[in-house]
């Protein structure tokens, strides 16, 4: 191989090796995931196993004030899931419904 070829070879491989041994970092799951996985706990659809992670984001969200507020942690519920735009208007009831069945619940 010429120099120029086995160079470019290996910093190619510097590159790619060090691609690879970077830290992956999870990201959290956007609010309109979260309320579709929700609404279908809530009976509007059947959960997927991709599911796993916005229902426990949804469940993260708690407030507590010394001890668990309910009411508190409900709306903090409801004001993240209508973050995402197709939680408003024409879907207000099954948002609603999700609030009601898991909104309290720690």
Known sequence: MKPRTTAATFALAAALGLGLSAPARAQAPDPCSVFLCM???TGFGTPSPECAAPIATFHAIQVWSPAFNPPATAAAR????????????PNQAILEAIIAKWGYRP
């Open 39 to 41: 609404s279908s706990m």
């Open 78 to 89: 409801r004001v993240y899931l209508t973050t995402c735009p197709g939680a408003t208007a």
